[in-house]
T-cell receptor, first 114, second 112 residues
Framework: GESVGLHLPTLSVQEGDNSIINCAYS??????FIWYKQESGKGPQFIID?????DKRQGQRVTVLLNKTVKHLSLQIAATQPGDSAVYFC?????????????FGTGTKLQVIP | KAGVTQTPRYLIKTRGQQVTLSCSPI?????VSWYQQTPGQGLQFLFE???????NKGNFPGRFSGRQFSNSRSEMNVSTLELGDSALYLC???????????FGPGTRLTVT
């Protein structure tokens, strides 16, 4: 069946270092892959997404890499800051005619050590 | 532009009761999706409403239901509450243009 999961439940990173959060997926039919950030007491917040026909996409301090051969997705955060501490979710999205279906992974907690 | 709002933010109910949660989407967004978030199961999709019609549904029992009004505001209802229904219930709205979902802060439901 469809599933989206994460390799590491908790990641501790020194402030200023780069962070890499990984995600495995199983549904090759997904149209987009998305990363969300969820801070304590808040709902998930969109960070960046990537279309399934792309390998890499860069945003501000973040880069998402998609490896369709091994069905692997990663989020790289450059120069990690204390404000990056949160739970990060990967998600896959299928877009149909007039609908979308989003399936979330289990989440990775990023702890930034000052 | 105001974000997605959810009311109430916190709720305590006892087993067997029913509960109604409310979600107001971003102005202009016609799609509202509901998710249940628990430590054990993560974020699980409940259902999506668009123009007052449910157009997508997750794998939850019939005790979970929802509706959407003509102003796009949505409610979800859980009847005959069980302890396992304790969770953070999130709603997200999206526009027809890019489907990007914007989440509200959630309603924390505790069933005792």
């Amino acid at each position: 069946g469809e599933s989206v999961g994460l390799h590491l439940p908790t990641l501790s990173v020194q402030e200023g270092d780069n962070s890499i959060i990984n995600c495995a997926y199983s549904n090759s039919a997904s149209d987009y892959f998305i990363w969300y950030k969820q801070e304590s007491g808040k709902g998930p917040q969109f960070i960046i997404d990537i279309r399934s026909n792309m390998d890499k996409r860069q945003g501000q301090r973040v880069t998402v890499l998609l490896n369709k051969t091994v069905k692997h997705l990663s989020l790289q955060i450059a120069a990690t800051q204390p404000g990056d501490s949160a739970v990060y979710f990967c998600a896959e999205k299928i877009v149909g005619r007039g609908y979308q279906k989003v399936t979330f992974g289990t989440g990775t907690k990023l702890q930034v050590i000052p | 532009k105001a974000g997605v709002t959810q009311t109430p933010r916190y709720l305590i109910k006892t087993r067997g009761q029913q509960v109604t949660l409310s979600c107001s989407p971003i102005s202009g967004h016609r799609s509202v999706s509901w998710y249940q978030q628990t430590p054990g199961q993560g974020l699980q999709f409940l259902f999506e409403y668009f123009s007052e019609t449910q157009r997508n549904k997750g794998n939850f029992p019939g005790r979970f239901s929802g509706r959407q009004f003509s102003n796009s505001r949505s409610e979800m209802n859980v009847s005959t509450l069980e302890l396992g229904d304790s969770a953070l219930y999130l709603c997200a709205s999206s526009s027809d243009r890019d489907y990007e979902q914007y989440f509200g802060p959630g309603t924390r439901l505790t069933v005792t």
